[in-house]
């Protein structure tokens, strides 16, 4: 479904820093509001979602009034503590909080991050977190609701701010910490204060340097935003005057790439502009409160706690394409791969670098931050001199576009997909160890015949690892030739598993050793 999709070439970068082309709609979802989500196609997602479409390692932490736990539209993308044994009165995992299975309420002090109904509530307030979450990681292509600028990703809630929407830096911080302990890569802040806490600006340092990348909203003031230079607005303006803060600070603008007109500016501390207008996403439902007439689902949202996840959940599609980015170079390629923005008086020039456009993000990571290997490549270790043969740096692997590394077992098995070893490449341990082990290699289909060591029947290889015995020798003669014999290769018994077993064959009609050998093109048909 998802084609593949070739880098533009170099000479064309500084194009993309003018302009985008242009592509009416290259992916279509079936979330049934797709068409009604504007921002997808100003912000080039659609066209992001060749490169990739998100990832179940990327965590992004959304700390905000909570999300719905029980959203029809985020229950499967949902950060869940997989090492907490829910409800038990003990914490699991040692994370120093009490069955924080779904994340934590900085607010109540419990393992329930939403809102809690029956007491006084702010209506905005209440779905704000959910809102966020759908724009970032609603489950997309399930004919539900809305896409999510990741089709797959964990979203992790952190609730810090009450029904009002009010929180302060204390719990900011310790939201922070709690996500950054537990694995947050993307840390999206949709609120704002006007008091500095240098308390909240180490905690951030501490953020940025364990990895995690940290967006803000520059915040809204009615009649036309004011200039955070003058009036400095936190967390975004952070460390306010340093040439980079470790914040993404994101400012709103509208359909036609202008300011949004309650939309705050600066030169400083606003890094980059998102759609931030008219925004159509999941709310907060409950059988307490009047259902919306979209049901799970409102239009019309808008401020910069919706243009900052805009860009918090691009970041997320960057760390999937390649999760050895830093926070910095995150931030690096966003800026430089923004479009203009129209932006007449006085915060004209201060609306950070441009318009978001996640297509040409990754395009540019892909060329200024390369990795060492891209999927569909073979990948191993480097050897010392004189490493002994089972040492791991031996193991060759093929790095599929599933983001695995599937082990060959060994020579022969290697050698029904590759003619030798000079594709593969040495990358490093760090490297290696971003990419999750996958299965076992199996033989190429059709190439050879094999049999366990324990077991005397032959088998012939279909796609996928799937074998078929061979019903007679005749029929071995048959499709292999006189000398079938010489092309059955022994498997050790101990990779009995790697293999599934088909129909057995019961006359050279009902295989074919061609057929087979066509079926598989290349290793990533194989999983
Ligand atoms: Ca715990
Ligand atoms: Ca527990
Ligand atoms: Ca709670
Ligand atoms: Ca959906």
Same mark, same amino acid.
């Given at each position: 479904?998802i084609k593949t999709f070739s880098l533009i070439?170099l000479?064309?970068?500084?194009? *993309?820093?003018?302009?985008?082309?242009?592509?009416?709609?290259?992916?279509?979802?079936?979330?049934?509001?797709?068409?009604?989500? *504007?921002?997808?196609?100003?912000?080039?997602?659609?066209?992001?979602?060749q490169t990739t479409?998100?990832s179940? +390692?990327?965590?992004?932490?959304?700390?905000?009034?909570?999300?719905?736990?029980?959203?029809?539209?985020?229950?499967?993308?949902?950060?869940?503590?997989?090492?907490?044994?829910?409800?038990?009165?003990? +914490?699991?995992?040692? /994370?120093?909080?009490?069955?924080?299975?779904?994340?934590?309420?900085?607010?109540?002090?419990?393992?329930?991050?939403?809102?809690?109904?029956?007491?006084?509530?702010?209506?905005?307030?209440?779905?704000?977190?959910?809102?966020?979450?759908?724009?970032?990681?609603?489950?997309?292509?399930?004919?539900?609701?809305?896409?999510?600028?990741?089709?797959?990703?964990?979203? %992790?809630?952190?609730?810090?701010?009450?029904?009002?929407?009010?929180?302060?830096?204390?719990?900011?911080?310790?939201?922070?910490?709690?996500?950054?302990?537990?694995? $947050?890569?993307?840390?999206?802040?949709?609120?704002?204060?006007? /008091?500095?806490?240098?308390?909240?600006?180490?905690?951030?340092?501490?953020?940025? @340097?364990?990895?995690?990348?940290?967006?803000?909203?520059?915040?809204?003031?009615?009649?036309?935003?004011?200039?955070?230079?003058?009036?400095? =607005?936190?967390?975004?303006?952070?460390?306010?005057?340093?040439?980079?803060?470790?914040?993404?600070?994101?400012?709103?603008?509208?359909?036609?790439?202008?300011?949004?007109?309650? !939309?705050?500016?600066? @030169?400083?501390?606003?890094?980059?502009? $998102?759609?931030?207008?008219?925004?159509? !996403?999941?709310?907060?439902?409950?059988?307490?409160?009047?259902?919306?007439?979209?049901?799970?689902?409102?239009?019309?949202?808008?401020?910069?706690? %919706? @243009?900052?996840? %805009?860009?918090?959940?691009?970041?997320?599609l960057l760390y999937a394409a390649n999760p050895r980015l830093?926070?910095?170079?995150?931030?690096?390629?966003?800026?430089?791969? $923004?479009?203009?923005?129209?932006?007449?008086?006085? $915060?004209?020039?201060?609306?950070?670098?441009?318009?978001?456009? =996640?297509?040409?993000?990754l395009k540019l990571a892909a060329l200024l931050y390369p990795p060492e290997a891209v999927p569909g490549s073979l990948v191993k270790? !480097?050897?010392?001199?004189?490493? +002994?043969?089972? +040492?791991?740096?031996?193991?060759?692997y093929f790095y599929a576009s599933d983001g695995k590394r599937h082990?060959?077992?060994?020579?022969?098995?290697?050698?029904?997909?590759?003619?030798?070893?000079?594709s593969v490449k040495e990358v490093s341990?760090?490297f290696l160890?971003t990419l999750a082990?996958g299965?076992?290699?199996?033989?190429?289909?059709?190439?050879?015949?094999?049999?366990?060591?324990?077991?005397?029947?032959?088998?012939?290889?279909?796609?996928?690892?799937?074998?078929?015995?061979?019903?007679?020798?005749?029929?071995?003669?048959?499709?292999?030739? #006189?000398?079938?014999?010489?092309?059955?290769?022994?498997?050790?018994?101990?990779?009995?598993?790697?293999?599934?077993?088909?129909?057995?064959?019961?006359?050279?009609?009902?295989?074919?050793?061609?057929?087979?050998? #066509?079926?598989?093109?290349g290793l990533d048909?194989?999983?």
């Amino acid at each position: 479904m998802i084609k593949t999709f070739s880098l533009i070439a170099l000479f064309l970068f500084q194009s *993309w820093l003018i302009a985008s082309p242009v592509f009416a709609s290259v992916m279509i979802t079936d979330d049934i509001y797709f068409h009604e989500q *504007w921002y997808l196609q100003k912000i080039q997602v659609p066209l992001a979602w060749q490169t990739t479409t998100g990832s179940n +390692d990327v965590i992004v932490a959304v700390l905000d009034t909570g999300f719905d736990l029980n959203h029809p539209d985020l229950e499967e993308n949902k950060w869940i503590n997989t090492d907490e044994v829910p409800d038990n009165g003990i +914490d699991d995992d040692g /994370n120093g909080f009490v069955d924080d299975r779904e994340g934590w309420d900085f607010v109540e002090d419990d393992h329930t991050p939403e809102p809690t109904i029956g007491e006084t509530y702010d209506e905005g307030a209440v779905s704000h977190g959910t809102v966020i979450a759908g724009i970032i990681g609603a489950a997309t292509n399930n004919q539900k609701g809305i896409a999510g600028i990741n089709w797959h990703v964990k979203l %992790m809630n952190v609730r810090i701010l009450d029904n009002m929407g009010v929180g302060n830096s204390n719990t900011a911080r310790e939201g922070i910490k709690y996500a950054v302990k537990n694995g $947050a890569k993307v840390i999206n802040l949709s609120f704002t204060g006007f /008091n500095d806490d240098p308390e909240l600006e180490s905690v951030i340092q501490a953020a940025n @340097a364990a990895g995690a990348l940290i967006v803000a909203a520059v915040g809204n003031t009615e009649g036309g935003g004011v200039n955070v230079d003058d009036t400095p =607005i936190y967390p975004a303006c952070d460390g306010h005057g340093q040439a980079d803060n470790g914040i993404i600070g994101v400012a709103s603008t509208d359909k036609t790439d202008t300011k949004s007109t309650f !939309s705050n500016y600066g @030169a400083t501390c606003t890094d980059i502009s $998102a759609p931030g207008e008219d925004i159509l !996403s999941t709310v907060y439902q409950n059988s307490a409160r009047a259902p919306f007439a979209k049901g799970f689902y409102q239009d019309s949202w808008s401020g910069t706690s %919706m @243009a900052a996840p %805009m860009v918090a959940g691009s970041a997320a599609l960057l760390y999937a394409a390649n999760p050895r980015l830093t926070p910095p170079q995150i931030k690096n390629v966003l800026r430089l791969s $923004a479009d203009p923005v129209q932006v007449t008086g006085p $915060a004209s020039g201060k609306m950070g670098a441009g318009r978001l456009n =996640i297509a040409s993000a990754l395009k540019l990571a892909a060329l200024l931050y390369p990795p060492e290997a891209v999927p569909g490549s073979l990948v191993k270790l !480097s050897c010392a001199p004189l490493a +002994d043969v089972n +040492d791991p740096c031996k193991a060759v692997y093929f790095y599929a576009s599933d983001g695995k590394r599937h082990a060959f077992p060994n020579d022969k098995v290697f050698f029904t997909w590759f003619a030798d070893f000079s594709s593969v490449k040495e990358v490093s341990q760090d490297f290696l160890s971003t990419l999750a082990l996958g299965k076992n290699v199996t033989y190429h289909s059709g190439t050879k015949l094999v049999k366990f060591q324990s077991v005397s029947t032959v088998f012939a290889v279909e796609a996928k690892g799937v074998l078929r015995a061979v019903g007679s020798e005749a029929i071995a003669a048959e499709l292999y030739g #006189a000398d079938w014999g010489k092309k059955v290769d022994d498997i050790s018994d101990v990779f009995f598993g790697n293999y599934t077993f088909g129909l057995k064959i019961n006359a050279a009609s009902e295989y074919s050793v061609e057929g087979a050998k #066509a079926l598989v093109n290349g290793l990533d048909q194989n999983f």
